[in-house]
Nanobody, 126 residues
Framework: QVQLVQSGGGLVQAGGSLRLSCAAS????????MGWFRQAPGKEREFVAV????????SYADSVRGRFTISRDNAKNTAYLQMNSLKPEDTAVYYC???????????????????WGQGTQVTVSS
């Protein structure tokens, strides 16, 4: 099992930046791919970014590519999502999630993730 605890988020003006953190405990963090997803009111949860267990590969949604950066520090058992040039349409609850990653692949489907953080609100004002 992996327990995930998120921090960061909050209210920021358009064009600003935020960094989300996701601290893991339990099972070996380095065996788990980490993803970030978000859900706006009335919308389905959507993929934001994912990083393989060793950090060797990343993948991003088209809507955030070039603005957001996913990273991880396996020594600290923590994953991050750096969000720059934020837009009002980025407003959502953001979730970190983990899944076993035996083949070091990037998986954007939230339904395949087993471990979830508690979620954190990100609000971008115009």
């Amino acid at each position: 099992q992996v327990q995930l605890v998120q921090s960061g988020g909050g209210l920021v003006q358009a064009g600003g930046s935020l960094r989300l953190s996701c601290a893991a405990s339990g099972r070996t963090f380095s065996t788990v791919a980490m993803g970030w997803f978000r859900q706006a009111p009335g919308k389905e949860r959507e993929f934001v970014a994912v990083i393989t267990r060793n950090g060797g590969s990343t993948s991003y949604a088209d809507s955030v590519r070039g603005r957001f950066t996913i990273s991880r520090d396996n020594a600290k058992n923590t994953a991050y999502l750096q969000m720059n040039s934020l837009k009002p349409e980025d407003t959502a609850v953001y979730y970190c999630a983990g899944k076993s990653d035996p083949f070091r692949t990037t998986v954007p489907d939230y339904r395949l993730y087993n471990y979830w953080g508690q979620g954190t609100q990100v609000t971008v004002s115009s």
